[in-house]
């Protein structure tokens, strides 16, 4: 329990530890969110929804243990894989349903995967913008 009149965690701990965090961000990302509709063309075809650019920098992306499922669609079994993704705190809002996609990373396998985001982790103090991914194969 603190003194009276004092504090266990400073006002600015998060503000403080933010630059800590960013430096485990060692590969690069964006995030882009697709727009609400389409376009319907004078011919009768349709243009999908424009992406718009969410964020551009530094992020961290992490296989979670036991994330793996195996969804039946039909006749074909996908499998989906669970990660933990980090950007920066200054970050944007991301929403559910924005998709991330890896740029550039001392893995060369991740470059170039994609990922949706299927939920945020708050947190009362915060480093990084922290979230969960789901990376989709699509079975045979």
């Known amino acids: 329990m603190p003194l009276p009149g004092t504090r266990v965690i400073h006002s600015r701990w998060s503000e403080h530890h933010e630059p800590v965090a960013s430096g485990v961000l060692t590969s690069e990302c964006k995030i882009l969110r697709g727009a609400t509709t389409g376009t319907s063309m004078p011919d009768g075809s349709w243009l999908p929804p424009a992406e718009n650019m969410i964020y551009t920098g ?5 296989r979670v243990a036991r994330g793996e499922t195996h969804p039946v669609q039909g006749e074909r079994r996908d499998t989906t894989h669970r990660y933990s993704a980090q950007v920066l705190a200054s970050a944007p809002e991301i929403l559910v349903g ?4 890896v740029t550039a990373s001392k893995d060369a396998n991740m470059i170039g995967r994609s990922f949706r985001v299927e939920g945020m982790i708050m947190g009362s103090e915060v480093w990084s913008r922290d979230m969960v991914v789901m990376e989709f194969e699509a079975g045979s």
């Open 98 to 101: 924005d998709a991330l996609l």
């Open 58 to 62: 530094p992020c961290r992306v992490v």
